[in-house]
């Protein structure tokens, strides 16, 4: 049932797009009107931390793209309201590309140039909420969140991640699918779901950040960001104290001297060496780069006990949006 479910919207989604219906509206109709099935009709979708989005598309907003998955951030969260409590509906999000155009940063006045054609549509994807189906109870209740969903440059991508070009402007579309159990209801599947869009949420592609202002405001409104705001060694062991070793302000390679809390204790834990590689992969920075650098740890009789390990090099800013580990 639930895949057919998919399989209607989908049919339905594309019937509807003929019809130009207008976002994010459930009732307003383009060229022709199309009555909507009762479940979903008064179906209203409000944007958490609308003041947050508009901050950054003002400043043109960046989301970056990698082969392995970048979250988003902000991360697209709605309050959802108007549900039939106890019909099960299903949600999900694509991203449409706003334009056919490619865009380059010039960075002599700070601005977005169209740079050409846009390249081939990369291969269209939708990402369902991971607690779809639920009844309309569930997820009026609190706050719809999409943080596990990952955007991806890679075109041959097999982890289910949203294919996007870089350089390239796109529109998150959020779309409510009405569970219909009648047996046919394939012939209503245009009437079951409702499709909203935010213009505030739109966003260029990249590999790497262009606008330093948009550094800026991620560093400054992502909670994540948090331990990497100050150059201070000591604020760096106190609020990154997952690393393995405090790094030097100036992001020199020098060896560093570290003091154990427990005198007993010559090596860090795995957790505290792994803890670098987790950062690399969750907060993947537009300069990657890992350093082998000589760590000396004194022992309790006094001797030095050297040893090599890895950390990164740390550049102007971080963009971390958050770790699943």
């Known amino acids: ?25 459930c009732t307003d109709g383009g060229a022709l009107f ?3 099935a009762p479940q979903v009709c008064g179906v209203r979708v409000q944007l958490e931390m609308q003041a947050l989005w508009r901050q950054f598309d003002q400043l043109g907003t960046e989301m970056i793209v990698t082969k392995s998955g970048r979250r988003m951030f902000p991360t697209f969260q709605v309050r959802i309201s108007g549900m039939d409590p106890s019909a099960e509906y299903v949600l999900l999000m694509d991203f449409i590309p706003v334009d056919d155009k490619r865009y380059r940063y010039a960075f002599h006045n700070s601005s977005w140039l169209v740079a050409g054609r846009a390249d081939v549509a990369a291969p269209s994807r939708m990402h369902f909420h991971p607690d779809s189906p639920a009844p309309g109870a569930q997820w009026m209740k609190q706050t719809v969140s999409f943080d596990t969903l990952k955007l991806t440059n890679n075109l041959l991508d097999d982890n289910g991640h949203m294919i996007l070009n870089s350089m390239h402007r796109y529109q998150p579309r959020f779309h409510v699918v009405y569970v219909d159990p009648a047996p046919n209801s394939y012939l209503n599947a245009y009437k079951n779901f409702c499709s909203f869009s935010f213009p505030e949420t739109q966003f260029l592609a990249v590999t790497a950040y262009q606008n330093h202002r948009i550094t800026q405001l991620k560093i400054a409104s992502n909670p994540f960001a948090k331990g990497f705001r100050t150059t201070d060694p000591q604020a760096w062991e106190s609020n990154a104290s997952s690393l393995a070793v405090s790094c030097p302000p100036d992001g020199g390679t020098e060896p560093l001297v570290i003091k154990p809390k427990d005198q007993g204790r010559l090596k860090p834990s795995p957790r505290q060496t792994s803890s670098s590689s987790v950062l690399l992969q969750e907060c993947e920075l537009p300069y990657q780069k890992e350093d082998s650098v000589e760590v000396t740890m004194e022992s309790k009789d006094g001797n030095s006990l050297t040893t090599s390990a890895h950390f990164l090099h740390i550049p102007v800013y971080w963009d971390c949006t958050g770790s699943s580990h």
């Open 1 to 25: 049932m639930y895949m057919d479910v998919c399989l209607f919207f989908l049919l339905g989604l594309a019937l509807s797009q003929s019809y130009e219906l207008s976002l994010p509206g």
């Open 34 to 36: 199309i009555t909507k």
